[in-house]
């Protein structure tokens, strides 16, 4: 059974968004990947624009930043694009590091407002 839930896949989004807030790095291609467990349990990999790993300070401040996103209660917006449609609109930024496979003809797209927005071969 695939761990992914719809609230996990909001989790991690909200987590890349406060990251890339508070560290400053872009959101577009800097997903290195995003693994789901059983029991609510995932993890993302992001690449920094610094060799630096986030100090402890650093990481409560992105913390404090998710909690603030999850706190405000912000809409999440999903929906399905022709790919072609989504790269002519949003270019490349809306991609992961790694490459969606080029047989994918449709996109579901994650949007918080300010937050993240985020393209995935999958559902969300």
Known sequence: MDPRTPAMNTALEIIKG?????????IGRTTLGSR????????????LSSPDKPS???????????DDIVNQD????????????????????????FEVPADVTSLSIFYIEG?????????F
Not at 83 to 89: G, I, L, P, V
Request: charged share 25%; glycine share 8%.
């Open 18 to 26: 406060a990251l890339s807030g508070v560290i400053g790095f872009p």
């Open 36 to 47: 789901f467990t059983e029991g609510n349990h995932g993890r993302i990999t992001v690449q």
């Open 56 to 66: 402890p300070e650093m990481m409560l401040k992105v913390q404090e930043k998710v």
């Open 74 to 97: 912000l809409p999440c917006f999903v929906f399905s694009i022709a790919r072609k449609k989504a790269e002519d609109d949003y270019g490349d930024a809306m991609y992961d590091k």
């Open 115 to 123: 937050v993240n927005f985020h393209a995935s071969p999958h559902n």
